[in-house]
């Protein structure tokens, strides 16, 4: 780990280790973000083990122009656009429908993506330097305070964020606003930009917040949103009879059984955070086959397994 000022030269290695795979915490105007490259589902897994986050939670999407937009969201509507216009870059996050490319892990399964252009002038170097839409949840451990300082992310996460871009406190020190357009606009998470301002340029937005549930799309109801239509049950699949498997999809661990009409397998190594990276991706191919049962083998409930756990869970309930 290392904390280091955000000149040039360490923007420049941040987008290095970025590219490759890895994890790095930078600041934003409203917090500093835990990012990795979009497009990259493993690197995407990283996120999730190092905020030890117990459930898939869907992750923000950073994007610096408009190309980058285009690789993540699939159409733009002109209620979108006049948002954008106005509040671009800024703390405002948009809910589109997901370009196919982006991996499920970063949308906790949802068809939609949840993006914001940021005008942190470190973070827009770094998604320039990157040439990739960055997804960065807030840089703190799972329930604890979002960080407004490096020091903060340092405290939280350091030992295990290979580089952390310091560029001292951040301007608006909460996250931004989150806003869905589609069927109607509503308010999901009040946040740095008013929702005053956003109706002064599209009208009436539903507030449908509560005070205790700052976001009302909240990661449990939005992991529960994601329900395979095939019947999930979580099984030991060497116990499961012959007979049994020939109408039922299997989601092994490491080893797919004879048998089953068809199998995939979350990571022939049986390291938990390449199987989280595989994870939604392989229940939405298995859910489109008409099976009739996914059996889901258990995997070990250390690190990211945790995540992988309730997350079958939810589905087999
Ligand atoms: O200011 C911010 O937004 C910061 C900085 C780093 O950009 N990021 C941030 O991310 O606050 P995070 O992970 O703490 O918040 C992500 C939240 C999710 O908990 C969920 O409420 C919402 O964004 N979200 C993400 N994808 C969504 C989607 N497809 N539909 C609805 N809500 C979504
Ligand atoms: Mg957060």
Request: glycine share 8%; with cysteine; net charge negative.
């Amino acid at each position: 780990m290392a904390i280091v000022r955000a000149h040039p030269a360490a923007v420049a290695d941040a987008a290095h280790i970025l590219k490759r795979g890895g994890v790095v915490a930078f600041p934003t105007e409203t917090v500093y973000g835990l990012g990795a490259v979009a497009l990259d589902a493993g690197a995407v897994a990283r996120i999730f083990e190092i905020k030890h986050r117990p459930q898939f939670d869907p992750l923000i999407v950073h994007v610096g122009d408009d190309a980058m937009l285009a690789q993540v969201a699939r159409a733009v509507s002109a209620r979108a656009r006049a948002l954008i216009e106005r509040f671009w870059p800024g703390p405002l996050t948009l809910v589109f429908e997901r370009q196919p490319d982006v991996p499920l892990i970063v949308t906790a399964g949802l068809p939609t993506v949840a993006v914001r252009m940021p005008s942190h002038p470190v973070a827009r170097a770094l998604l320039r330097e990157t040439g990739a839409p960055i997804a960065a949840p807030s840089a703190n451990r799972f329930g604890g305070l979002s960080a407004t300082r490096a020091q903060h992310v340092e405290h939280m996460l350091g030992a295990e964020v290979e580089l952390i871009l310091d560029d001292g406190p951040t301007q608006l020190g909460v996250e931004s606003t989150i806003l869905r357009l589609e069927p109607t606009a509503a308010l999901l998470r009040p946040g740095a930009l008013p929702v005053e301002e956003i109706e002064a340029v599209i009208g009436p937005v539903q507030r449908e917040v509560k005070e205790d549930a700052a976001a009302p799309l909240a990661p449990g109801r939005l992991a529960q949103h994601y329900a395979p239509r095939t019947p999930l049950r979580i099984a030991d699949l060497e116990r499961v009879p012959l007979e049994r498997r020939a109408g039922a999809g299997c989601l092994a661990f490491s080893i797919a059984p004879q048998g089953y009409a068809a199998a995939r397998v979350l990571s022939t190594s049986s390291d938990v955070r390449e199987a989280a990276a595989h994870l939604f991706e392989s229940l939405h191919e298995l859910d489109a086959l008409g099976l009739e049962r996914i059996d889901a083998e258990p995997v070990p409930e250390h690190g990211l397994g945790l995540a992988i756990m309730d997350r079958l869970r939810r589905a087999g309930a």
